[in-house]
């Protein structure tokens, strides 16, 4: 099985509801996102997936959630914008634009260079 990982980063704000502590006020990170794919198939060209082209697509997402308050983005104005639900959220808007045969081994979103939460796709999706 091949792997491969691109990072990109977005500036974003968010609170925490029901939080006890700092987080419940607004306040903002940037954040990082980092995407791995994996898949068995290299194309002619000796690769798993352009990664100029995963780029691309991880770029399409974070254009959704770049300099936004994340709390008011219908994806979230029932749950927390936690790093966790930022990363299932992510992993949904990549797995339709990626091709079926390539699977989202890790979707990985860090708050700050010390703390990251992440999601792994069902491989029955
Ligand atoms: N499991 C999670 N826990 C927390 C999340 C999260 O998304 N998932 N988010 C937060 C807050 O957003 C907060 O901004 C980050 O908290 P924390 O790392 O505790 O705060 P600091 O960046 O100030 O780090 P210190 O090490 O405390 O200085 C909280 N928890
Ligand atoms: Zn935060």
Same mark, same amino acid.
Not at 79 to 84: F, R, V
Not at 93 to 97: E, G, M
Not at 113 to 123: F, M, R
């Given at each position: 099985m091949y792997q491969l990982s691109v990072t990109k980063r977005f500036a974003a704000a968010h609170r925490l509801s %029901? &939080?006890?502590g700092q987080c419940a006020n607004l306040h903002g990170h940037t954040w990082q996102l980092e995407v791995t794919v994996k898949g068995e198939k290299l194309d002619a060209n000796g690769m798993l997936l352009d990664f100029k082209a995963l780029k691309e697509m991880v770029g399409r997402v974070i254009k959704e959630l770049d300099h936004q308050y994340l709390n008011e983005l219908p994806s979230f104005n029932r749950? %927390? $914008? @936690?790093?966790?639900n930022l990363a299932r959220y992510i992993s949904g808007?990549?797995?339709?634009?990626l091709a079926p045969e390539l699977q989202l081994a890790l979707v990985r979103v860090w708050e700050s $260079? /010390?703390?990251?939460?992440? &999601? @792994?796709? /069902?491989?029955q999706a």
């Open positions: %029901n &939080y006890q749950i %927390n $914008p @936690t790093a966790e808007r990549l797995r339709v634009l $260079p /010390d703390a990251w939460a992440g &999601y @792994t796709e /069902d491989e």
